[in-house]
């Protein structure tokens, strides 16, 4: 099958968003949309997910899905706001769950919140199966970034979320709540086992530090090979003494705050109060 495969890169979050349809077909899947969030003045918008619905719409595409590859930490999710603008069935791994249990203690929400998925339109299972237009699409659960960290394989291409980096780069964090390196690296096997050929595209690219131009795609082949963290044959205990190290060093997200108590309501913002306002909450001394 023949897909076309459109990339967005948000140079505020380093994120890449995904929209995929067959060639010459209209159903489409947006994947890890972004909502642009200004951190001093606490202000939403919407450009980047406008220029998606742009496109969308001058090509005359119709979303069948919009799907998260996790509950991200460093960006806040426009699925909600898509969802609303082009319809479609925002989808996420059910591992979300356990994500939504463990920030919904750390931030103290309210009754209103309820930790049981139905902020989303599906949950899927590992090695569940679905479809966009003919596209025939597979959920591989891929934990350890976090819990609810899946990987969508369709056809020769793999959308692998934060699992991996470019090979010069690396792989995911582990050291967020539910995150694990040993979950992580039995996680990354899973992908690796995946044909040669396939192509990865990924989430996140920095430039290796400034080094070089930002590349989002890679193959399975060149992450086995040369990811400095887990190619070349690295046993478990060596990659995760390396990713452990890694994290030791590591600060937040910038937007980690924010984001997660969106993201675990599938990019719905909080609801108003009683001032007509709507507020983010920061949890002190939580990290």
């Not at 070349?232 to 980690?256: H, N, V, Y």
Request: net charge negative; proline share 4%.
């Amino acid at each position: 099958m023949n897909l076309s495969i459109k990339s967005f890169f948000d140079k505020e979050t380093n994120n890449a968003t995904y929209l995929v349809h067959e060639a010459g077909a209209r159903a489409c899947a947006i994947i890890d949309p972004v909502l642009n969030f200004d951190l001093a003045a606490g202000g939403v918008a919407t450009r980047s997910a406008d220029e998606i619905v742009d496109y969308i719409k001058g090509n005359d595409l119709i979303v069948e899905w919009l799907l998260e590859t996790h509950v991200h930490a460093d960006h806040l999710t426009a699925s909600y706001y898509l969802r609303e603008k082009l319809g479609g069935k925002i989808g996420i791994s059910l591992g979300v769950v356990k994500v939504q249990k463990t920030f919904r203690s750390i931030y103290n929400l309210g009754d209103e919140f309820v930790p049981d998925g139905s902020q989303f339109d599906m949950l899927f299972a590992d090695n569940d199966k679905f479809s966009i237009g003919n596209i025939e699409t597979q959920v591989m659960h891929t934990p350890g970034h976090t819990p609810a960290c899946a990987t969508y394989v369709m056809g020769d291409c793999a959308f692998s979320g934060d699992t991996f980096f470019m090979p010069d780069s690396g792989t995911a964090r582990c050291d967020f709540p539910g995150g694990s390196a040993a979950g992580l690296y039995k996680s990354l096997q899973k992908i690796m086992a995946l044909r040669p050929e396939t192509r990865l595209f990924l989430n996140h690219d920095y430039g290796c530090d400034g080094t070089r131009e930002f590349f989002w795609e890679t193959t399975v082949a060149e992450q086995c090979d040369k990811n400095i963290h887990v190619g070349g044959g690295k046993t478990a205990e060596q990659f995760i003494a390396i990713r452990e190290m890694r994290d030791s060093k590591l600060s937040m997200p910038r937007l980690i705050l924010p984001a997660i108590q969106v993201n675990i309501r599938a990019g719905k913002l909080p609801p108003s109060e009683s001032n007509g306002g709507r507020f983010l909450k920061i949890p002190l001394d939580a990290f």
